[in-house]
Structures are given as C-alpha cells and as structure tokens.
C-alpha cells in the first residue's frame, strides 16, 4: 500500500531539516546520507526516493526558504527612511537567525560548489533590490537611486555580517542603530536648525 502524500511530504520535510541541521554542524562533506537517514528516522532509499543526490538534497535546503523579497516586503512600515531601515534591519536580523543553519551553509559551501554561490549572488542580490525599493518609498528621501542602491548594499552586507558571520546578534542592534542613522543621514535632506531669536 502507498503511503499518503501528506505522509511523504512529510518525511521528506524530516530529511530536508536533519540535513540542514547536520550540515550546519558538521560540514556537507562529512555528512552521509546514510546518518541523514538514521537520525531522521527513515530509510535510506526514502532519502534518494526524495533527492536523487546528496546535492539535491542541499540545494533544497537553500532554495526551499521564503525568498528576501518575500520577507523584506513586510517591513516597509513606516513613512521615514530612518523607520523603513529599523523595519528592515529587525526583519532581516531576525529572518536571518530564525534559518540560521541554512545561511551558515551556503556561506560555508558556496566556495566549493558554484551552484550554491550562485544562489547566494541571488538571495543577497534580491535582498538589496528589495531593500532598495522598500526605501526608495519613504517620504522623506531625497537620495538618487544609485546612492540607495549603495545604501542597500551596506545595509543587508552589514546585517548578513554580524548575524551570519560573526555570529553576533546580541551586539549587533548597537552597530545596528548607528549605521541606521549614519544611512537615514545620507538618503534625506539634512534637518535645518530651528531660527534662533535675533539678538
């Protein structure tokens, strides 16, 4: 009798996150298929029945996440460039965090296998259009698109550095909050001072 397809669907979402995680910990190389199967509790032929490679079987875990645009397009709260970048910021440090081991993959993995290099050139290349155009609508920017692209860059390089690379949530909202009001500065007109009484 065949399984359900709720049922292999759902197994093959057990194999896609035992991989992520034993991936995360111990490197794609070192991982077989085989302790894929036995600690997600399925056989190893249900691990080729799903993914007909080892690589299929990372490619999954890095394509099969909401893409940055999906996630971005939810922070453009806000009518300031200033709250669109804290919106921006907190989403993306936190989207980040929640699939941590899938983007500490693709960062580790992306030297070796062009395929996932590529997707990251997308994910991270997709994340800064989005940006952009999630600022590109406040109110208050006066900014040329180049300049915001720029800015957009800076913004999702700094926030991938501090989640991903250093590992450094808990410090980053500081560096955070001072490159969000370093970035607002530079994309709006500068607030003129209030007239003094004349003497």
Do not use: C, W
């Not at 290349?125 to 208050?140: H, R």
């Not at 913004?155 to 009001?181: C, E, N, W, Y």
Request: hydrophobic share 50%; net charge positive.
């Amino acid at each position: 009798m065949t399984a359900p397809v709720a049922a292999r669907n759902s197994k093959r979402q057990v194999i896609i996150e035992t991989a992520e995680r034993l991936f995360a910990e111990h490197g794609y190389d070192a991982t077989s298929t085989a302790r894929i199967a036995h600690e997600a509790g399925v056989p190893t032929g249900l691990v080729f029945y799903h993914f007909a490679t080892k690589l299929d079987l990372l490619l999954a875990i890095v394509n099969e996440r909401p893409t940055p645009s999906v996630v971005l397009r939810s922070a453009s709260r806000g009518r300031s460039v200033r709250g669109r970048l804290r919106a921006v910021v907190t989403t993306m440090a936190d989207e980040l965090e929640h699939n941590r081991a899938a983007r500490i993959i693709v960062f580790r993995e992306a030297h070796a296998r062009p395929e996932i290099a590529a997707r990251g050139a997308e994910l991270f290349a997709e994340a800064t259009a989005t940006v952009a155009d999630v600022l590109s609508g406040a109110d208050d920017i006066v900014a040329d698109p180049a300049r915001v692209r720029t800015a957009a860059e800076l913004v999702v390089s700094r926030v991938f550095l501090d989640i991903i690379a250093l590992g450094q949530p808990d410090t980053a909202a500081k560096r955070h909050a001072a490159m969000i009001d370093l970035v607002a500065a530079s994309l709006t007109k500068p607030e003129v001072p209030a007239a003094r009484g004349s003497v």
